[in-house]
């Protein structure tokens, strides 16, 4: 296998053909800041977080979708870059309704995280406050679209892990909403097999157990279960 | 009251040294008598409308923070309308343990309002000057009581932490039971805290007992009047704050209903939305608004038992029931009340601790929605506790309904505060000691008006004369 090789911030580090900016970073424990990416799902590129600086482009990079190429120059943290990361977590906070101390995610949630780790202590922008529904026709989950991030976490867990493809998502711009079929209630699901991975890989309280009052989420089943897959772990 | 010229209305706002934000008005005839007074909350929170939609198991810990004093009190009745919404018997240890931390949580309130609220105006006199008459001219003139005061909250508190995980909005009762067992450990500290604080409580009870004579002249005044009570008992009529039933006397003591569940109670009472406050009142509804009015809390409570069942408690319960024949009448002994009631749960936690069960961890009884409505309630500190429900079949709630206790004695408040005004208040003599004795007056209930506490230090009392035209022509300002 032939290795790239580039720059990330002032560091010389060397990647695999065909790993991505963030698979890189990673590697070199350099952090750059995720939520709709997850270890063992494809990358979807729709939170936008992981922006980096490219030299020779003006344009902003998704670190998790853009290819290490040889002899790029990237930069993953700079004031604009974090100007723009606060910005995405303002504007995620205020497009629903996210009340962190009566969710059940409280303490255990990654936007909640992102917005600790920027020391983001208020937002800026009008919350739009939408009158979203919750669904609580499943007998163990609710999905509650007033927390969902629209990371689809949930969706390409549910299509690429277990193989049901449940979860789509509906609509365009703010009226995007995650949908169970065919926008059927959850419980009426005829694909659903109640396997629960769509709440553990949740990112927020936007799915979760009925009765529960905290959540521990913990998605890195994801890898274990691929890995296992991949290397016939179950084969006898 | 007829709209004469001369018919004034004096102000008091905010009122101080109470949970929350309110104003007096005491409205005075056209001969400079007071005719009427009321009691206005000023807080809107809508706590009942923006759950609507919501999944009923989240409510416990949504309603916690409906206040920073008593989460305690909504998390308990919400996760009793919870049980009913499921329609199971939770586990003896969970309702032990719901017991343990409700009684924690009447003491520290109880702490809260007795020392930091109250004492300041016993032991300190009316006509002390504010700036000195709160929690902190308190330590500085009876530093012990001020300090054992504030152990005492703290006992209460640390044993919710100890229980609950969290001194404030804990998310640990639960539809069904509660989300986590009690260590060994953690019983042990709260068992190994309990003497000192019981003797705080005997302490305070002996200085107490020992200043009713010169508190002759408020127990008279401070809202002495006839209404019906209504609190919690056990199946043999002992005080209890929890998983119990309620009782109702009238001011002779006879019982008017008994052993009802927080469903059957509901129906019995009616509410009454005033123009001028956000707080509604309730009534019984067989006897209408004036002969139906009634009051819960601490006095409500100790007024409906045959005894606390503790040994310590009932001693002195039986030294409060001597101060009247029927059921103690003046909302002055609120306090004593409150006294008794902290030490009647110290006694009780002690009990309920020292049982090995309370250790076991069958503590959750699980369950999906089995009923559509769920009318659970809990003896808040300040008295019942309604959280009444209804939802749909995915157990989203289409109407909330929260009675709380501060609301159940919005009527007998407004009469304490009119016969109060009426005893000491003239349009000639507007002077502070004689409104701080209103305003001492409806702290004797100890309203709990929203989540926010000012618990140490004075807000500043404007009082304001307005003659009919709403025209200002008289005002006091303690800021001046």
Redesign the interface.
């Known amino acids: 296998m032939s290795v790239t090789t580039l720059t990330i911030n002032g560091r010389l580090v060397s990647a695999a053909e065909g790993a991505s900016i963030l698979d890189v970073a990673r590697e070199h424990d350099i952090h750059i800041p995720t939520l709709c990416h997850l270890d063992g799902l494809s990358e979807h590129g729709a939170c936008r977080l992981c922006l980096v600086e490219v030299a020779g482009s003006s344009k902003l990079q998704a670190a998790c979708m853009t290819k290490a190429v040889e002899g790029m120059v990237v930069t993953t943290d700079s004031e604009r870059l974090r100007t723009y990361r606060r910005q995405i977590v303002e504007l995620l906070l205020a497009e629903r309704n996210h009340v962190c101390?009566?969710c059940?995610a409280n303490r255990a949630c990654e936007l909640q995280d992102l917005a600790v780790s920027m020391g983001l202590h208020h937002v800026r922008y009008e919350p739009q406050a939408p009158q979203l529904?919750?669904?609580?026709?499943h007998?163990r989950w609710?999905i509650d679209h007033n927390r969902c991030v629209l990371c689809t976490r949930c969706v390409r867990v549910c299509d690429e892990i277990e193989g049901a493809h449940t979860w789509d998502v509906m609509g365009r711009g703010r009226q995007t909403l995650v949908i169970s079929d065919m926008n059927e209630p959850w419980?009426d699901s005829a694909s659903c097999t109640s396997c629960g991975k769509c709440v553990r890989v949740c990112p927020t309280g936007a799915l979760f157990e009925?009765?529960?009052?905290?959540t521990n989420k913990d998605p890195h089943f994801v890898t274990y279960l691929r890995m296992a897959r991949e290397q016939k772990l179950w084969n006898r | 009251m007829k709209a004469e010229t001369m018919a004034q209305t004096i102000t008091i706002e905010p009122v101080s040294r109470v949970e929350g934000h309110a104003k007096i008005t005491i409205h005075l005839g056209p001969d400079g008598q007071v005719q009427d007074a009321r009691f206005h909350v000023l807080e809107f929170r809508g706590f009942e409308k923006f759950c609507e939609?919501?999944?009923f198991?989240?409510m416990?810990?949504?309603t916690s923070?409906v206040c920073g004093i008593c989460p305690v009190s909504h998390m308990l009745a919400s996760a009793d309308a919870g049980d009913r919404l499921l329609a199971v018997e939770i586990p003896d240890t969970a309702l032990r343990l719901r017991r343990v931390v409700n009684l924690a949580q009447i003491v520290q309130s109880h702490a809260l309002s007795f020392f930091y609220l109250s004492s300041p105006d016993l032991l300190l006199g009316y006509d002390a000057p504010p700036a000195a008459r709160n929690v902190l001219g308190l330590a500085a003139a009876h530093p012990e009581i001020a300090r054992r005061g504030i152990r005492l909250r703290q006992f209460g508190q640390t044993a919710i932490e100890l229980i609950a995980g969290k001194r404030i909005?804990a998310?640990?009762a639960?539809?069904?039971g509660v989300?986590a067992s009690l260590s060994a450990a953690a019983r042990d500290q709260i068992l190994a805290a309990l003497p000192e604080a019981i003797e705080t409580a005997r302490l305070t009870l002996d200085w107490f007992r020992a200043s009713l004579p010169s508190h002759d002249e408020e127990a008279r005044t401070f809202g002495h009047f006839p209404t019906l009570f209504m609190g919690m008992v056990t199946p043999d009529g002992s005080l209890e704050s929890y998983g119990g039933r309620l009782r109702i006397i009238d001011a002779h003591g006879r019982l008017v209903a008994d052993q009802l569940d927080a469903a059957q109670a509901r129906v019995l009472l009616g509410e009454r939305v005033e123009p001028w406050s956000y707080l509604k009142s309730p009534f019984l509804k067989a006897l209408g608004p004036d002969e139906g009015a009634y009051r819960v809390g601490p006095l409500a409570r100790l007024n409906v038992a045959q005894r606390c069942g503790t040994p310590l408690a009932d001693e002195e319960f039986a030294r409060f029931r001597s101060l009247s024949a029927g059921p103690v009448l003046g909302s002055f002994h609120y306090h004593y009340a409150r006294l008794i009631e902290i030490l009647f749960g110290l006694e009780r936690i002690g009990e309920l601790l020292d049982d090995p069960s309370c250790l076991s961890t069958d503590v959750l009884a699980?369950a999906?929605r089995n009923r559509l409505r769920g009318i659970g309630m809990s003896e808040a500190p300040r008295g019942t506790l309604f959280h009444d429900y209804t939802v749909d079949e995915?157990?989203?709630l289409t109407s909330v309904d929260l009675l709380i206790a501060t609301g159940q004695n919005n009527l007998a408040m407004n009469r304490a505060v009119t016969q109060i005004a009426k005893a000491y208040l003239h349009a000639d003599r507007l002077d502070e000691g004689l409104l701080n004795r209103v305003e001492a007056g409806i702290r004797a209930f100890d309203p709990c008006l929203s989540c926010s506490t000012h618990a140490a230090g004075t807000m500043p009392l404007v009082v304001e004369v307005h003659d009919v035209n709403g025209a200002t022509i008289g005002r006091i300002d303690r800021r001046a």
């Open positions: 101390s009566v059940v529904a919750m669904d609580a026709s007998p609710i419980g009925k009765g529960a009052v905290a | 939609g919501r999944h198991q989240e416990p810990a949504i923070r909005h998310s640990w639960i539809a069904g989300n699980r999906s995915d157990g989203l």
